[in-house]
């Protein structure tokens, strides 16, 4: 699981933590003998252990891991502000200027409705450059795909080849497994006899047909 799947997972946990501390909480003060001046020693401790707990599990996911974004430690690192007429966000700076210059390759070598392609992930890169996914998927990850269906969407390519292949080549989760070569591999292997590898922006690799003529403004 990526952090992604842990995103859905932080909130639940966030509240059963505070369900289990009150829990702990009313059990070990059942146990007490009634309260007296001795008691209340026992109690405040406990009362602030309570409410710390959850506060800091909070402080710390917001302010020390800004892996997920709107949290204060996402919004420390996304200084950069793009504007692209559809977008006008704040990002990373160094992702601000990849996606700038992947847009421009993009118009570089295709028009307006014509069909691009993103992998495995990236589906911003059709909305921002009005450009057409010609499969039914916004992204291919690991497990989507059966065999007949990775077939049909590869001949579903082969009858409209895209003008451009904004390609990552990441082993998602770390995990050789999950790159698309492995759990794609006649897709991958699309890839490799359809298109040539053109130039590196920052993780992403730009990929166009065979045999395309390049713009003489390349």
């Known amino acids: 699981a990526g952090f992604d799947n842990l995103l859905r997972t932080l909130p639940p946990f966030?509240?059963?933590?505070?369900?289990?501390?009150?829990?702990?909480?009313?059990?070990v003060l059942s146990l007490q003998k009634p309260v007296g001046q001795k008691g209340l020693f026992t109690r405040l401790p406990l009362n602030l252990l309570t409410v710390f707990l959850p506060f800091l599990f909070y402080f710390e996911m917001n302010?020390?891991?800004?892996?997920?974004?709107?949290?204060?430690?996402?919004?420390?690192l996304e200084t950069a502000r793009i504007s692209m007429g559809k977008m006008d966000v704040y990002t990373n700076p160094q992702e601000a200027k990849w996606i700038k210059q992947v847009i421009?390759?993009?118009?570089?070598?295709?028009?307006?409705?014509?069909?691009?392609?993103?992998?495995?992930?990236n589906p911003l890169f059709y909305f921002l450059s009005d450009r057409v996914n010609p499969t039914p998927y916004e992204w291919i990850l690991p497990g989507m795909l059966e065999e007949k269906k990775e077939r049909e969407?590869?001949?579903?390519?082969?009858?409209?080849?895209?003008?451009?292949?904004?390609?990552v080549d990441i082993a998602i989760d770390g995990?050789?497994?999950?790159?698309?070569?492995?759990?794609?591999p006649r897709l991958y292997k699309f890839l490799l006899e359809n298109y040539s590898f053109q130039e590196m922006v920052g993780l992403f690799q730009i990929l166009l047909p065979k045999n395309s003529v390049l713009p003489l403004d390349f």
């Open 14 to 27: 966030y509240l059963l933590l505070c369900y289990l501390l009150y829990e702990i909480r009313e059990k």
């Open 104 to 121: 421009d390759k993009i118009n570089l070598h295709s028009k307006k409705g014509d069909a691009i392609l993103a992998l495995p992930l």
């Open 63 to 76: 302010a020390h891991h800004g892996f997920y974004a709107g949290s204060i430690g996402a919004m420390k």
């Open 153 to 167: 969407l590869v001949e579903l390519l082969r009858h409209r080849l895209p003008k451009i292949v904004i390609y």
């Open 175 to 184: 995990k050789e497994e999950r790159r698309l070569a492995s759990y794609s």
